[in-house]
């Protein structure tokens, strides 16, 4: 599989080591526009925008491309993120994948599961990871940012953040960098039923990364992602510092809270069911976004008794 | 959305799954009339979109005019795990010999659809034995697939050959109506070995809706969710006096349980979306101000790119305006929280840094109030 550290930062000696180039689908749309122009502040090499009907302009002094092909044969970017409605996202992102891109970030939120579930398939075909639908994307902090994330909660560091939420992904971060526990990485898989890459294979995505002490995985009821995720930890006997959130054990059964796939059926999906499959693997669950440090400093401090 | 049982059932009737004879209805007149087109006996089904009817009562024999007069209305008022009852199906007995279990779900771990199936249904999926699980991709059931599983099943002869053409038609419902549940339990093989769908639960993926036009008929939404959906919201009713708002769903759960945890009873979850302007603000404000059981309002608002000034402006602008008169409990982070605090001065909203104390004051100031 695609490493994505090598994609989103590259090797030292490249080229454009940590300034891989990225191009923005829909860039001219309100959001897309805003975060193109967030994104460059941060720093992200975002070095082409397609919007058709719009080729040959420009937005924020990046050039706009009527499709995707252009965009990827002048600029040889292998990342890019999509902002178009998520009626349009289907054809984007086959567009896109169908380009030669290797790294999807998809953040449209209301993204159809049959339309998700096509391009999961055609992503396994092209050997390329999508990111979302429904993500605010991936930063790597004082390097890359691809998402609508603001950077203030982030802070380098050796911590690895996966999340199914948008902003409990800002906020557990905002809390583990005042704690001075600085992120190599967060990832949003998104909140949808069906993600691009999900929570085991984002996992399994970073738990090699160079700068990787511990990571927390930030998640929420619906479907079995955590269980599987718990058994997986057991089953390659990852030995570095785990720690969790889930939200949502309060919410009704059969209530879909906010997120698509964050919903109960029965036991299938119950924050319970999570918190016990966690407890096997030896995984804490933090009560509240502002414990998950405590618990990571904890599972630190154990580490070194031992 | 979760169709009803005659809803679902009328689905499987457009595309040939066989149902037993019924009618629906909304009041006992109407059900009179049905219920002398059916013939007595027959079974009056609460059509209410939850599980655990036939225990709660909510389903019953009726077996004359007089045990109808009587179960139609006891029917009709019943809630069960808090659904109310929409409407009353009136349906034939079956001569039932052997019930089955049948679903296509959309199997979120495996990325694909699944089928289960057991020759033992009739109970909720939790108790059914011997399940047959069948993996299927996108949805498409072949014959040879569908054999496959009736066999497992323990069926033969004429209730096999039924159930492959039923099993197949289920999966075209799944694939033509995006269905993220389509369940038939039970299926049940009658006396003259015919195959009848019993019940039938239909899950239509809700961010697909904007393809099947054809489905709105079925789609029941309460007038203020209406509201929070044109906002772009996401709204879901609860039972207690304290409303939580926040951006994000995640952050909206995480301050429900927070709330909870501590003893606080939150009335409503109100998710404005990943961003906070002072337009949605108001516009929650606006939907909290009509819940009539709300005393107290929770916000949650992670800022980091908005200003927290621009969100302080709608509670002033909502006071100002008589929209809310409620005590509001506000965790703002972000740019100008200190500016944001001073804006709020002798308003009823109270600003903290952090979430933990907003919840505090919120459980203190509705435990005085009682």
């Known amino acids: ?306 | 959305m979760r169709l009803l049982e005659y809803q679902a059932k009328s689905l499987f009737a457009d595309y040939g799954i066989p149902i037993p004879k019924g009618l629906t209805s909304v009041d006992i007149e109407q059900g009179r009339k049905d219920a002398a087109v059916l013939g007595f006996p027959f079974v009056i089904k609460a059509q209410m979109a939850v599980g655990g009817r036939g225990k709660a009562g909510a389903i019953q024999k009726c077996q004359n005019a007089d045990e109808f007069e009587l179960k139609y209305p006891d029917i009709m008022q019943k809630v069960v795990k808090g659904e109310k009852t929409k409407a009353i199906l009136l349906e034939k007995m079956a001569d039932i010999k052997k019930e089955l279990y049948l679903s296509l779900f959309l199997n979120r771990g495996k990325r694909c659809y699944t089928i289960i199936a057991s020759g033992e249904g009739g109970v909720e999926i939790e108790s059914v034995k011997n399940q047959i699980i069948h993996e299927v991709g996108l949805g498409n059931v072949d014959a040879k697939t569908a054999e496959e599983v009736g066999k497992q099943m323990g069926l033969k002869d004429k209730p096999l050959t039924q159930f492959i053409d039923i099993l197949q038609k289920l999966a075209k419902i799944t694939i033509e109506k995006e269905a993220e549940l389509a369940e038939i339990n039970p299926l049940a093989v009658l006396g003259d070995d015919s195959v009848v769908a019993l019940d039938g639960k239909v899950i239509i993926d809700d961010n697909a809706m904007f393809r099947h036009d054809e489905l709105r008929k079925f789609q029941e939404v309460s007038e203020l969710e209406e509201r929070a959906e044109k906002s772009g919201f996401s709204l879901v009713e609860l039972d207690g006096n304290i409303a939580v708002v926040g951006n994000g769903a995640g952050l909206v759960m995480s301050t429900l349980d927070m709330l909870s945890d501590n003893g606080g009873k939150p009335a409503c979850f109100l998710d404005v979306g990943g961003g906070a302007t002072t337009e949605t603000v108001y516009e929650a404000l606006t939907l909290i101000s009509k819940m009539k059981k709300v005393r107290g309002i929770l916000v949650n608002l992670y800022g980091g790119i908005v200003k927290t000034t621009t969100v302080a402006t709608a509670f002033i602008k909502a006071y100002d305006d008589k929209i809310i008169d409620l005590p509001v409990f506000a965790r703002m982070s972000g740019a100008e929280a200190d500016k944001s605090k001073e804006m709020l001065k002798g308003s009823r909203t109270k600003m903290f840094d952090t979430i933990e104390e907003a919840i505090n004051a919120a459980v203190i100031e509705m435990n005085k109030n009682g």
């Open chain 1, 1 to 306: 599989m695609v490493d994505l550290f090598e994609l989103l930062i590259g090797k030292e000696g490249d080229k454009d080591y940590k300034k891989k180039p990225v191009i923005v689908q829909g860039i001219t749309g309100k959001f897309g526009a805003f975060h193109t122009q967030q994104m460059l502040a941060y720093g992200t090499n975002v070095v082409a925008g397609v919007t058709p009907g719009k080729g040959g302009q420009k937005h924020a002094g990046v050039p706009i491309y009527e499709t995707m092909n252009e965009a990827v044969s002048a600029t040889g970017a292998k990342i890019s993120i999509i902002f178009v409605p998520a009626k349009f996202f289907l054809s984007a992102a086959v567009e896109a994948l169908e380009s030669g891109i290797k790294l999807l970030i998809a953040i449209p939120e209301h993204v159809p599961v049959k339309d998700a579930l096509t391009i999961v398939d055609l992503a396994k075909k092209k050997d390329a990871i999508v990111v979302g639908p429904n993500t605010p994307g991936i930063i790597i902090p004082g390097i890359i940012k691809i998402g609508i994330m603001p950077a203030s909660p982030f802070k380098e560091g050796r911590i690895a953040v996966i999340s199914r939420s948008g902003t409990l992904m800002y906020e557990v971060s905002h809390n583990l960098s005042v704690a001075n526990f600085g992120q190599s990485i967060c990832f949003g898989i998104g909140g949808d039923p069906i993600n691009g890459a999900p929570l085991i294979q984002a996992f399994d995505t970073i738990r090699n990364g160079a700068n990787i002490d511990g990571i927390v995985v930030v998640g929420e009821i619906g479907g079995d992602a955590e269980e599987m995720l718990a058994q997986h930890i057991i089953d390659t006997k990852f030995d570095k510092p785990v720690v969790a959130y889930i939200a949502g054990r309060a919410a009704p059964k059969e209530k879909r809270m906010g997120h698509a796939g964050a919903i109960v059926y029965g036991n299938y999906g119950s924050a319970e069911s999570k918190v016990s499959m966690y407890a096997k693997a030896n995984v804490p669950v933090a009560k509240r976004p502002a414990e998950v440090p405590m618990l990571l400093a904890g599972k630190f401090e154990k580490g070194r008794i031992k």
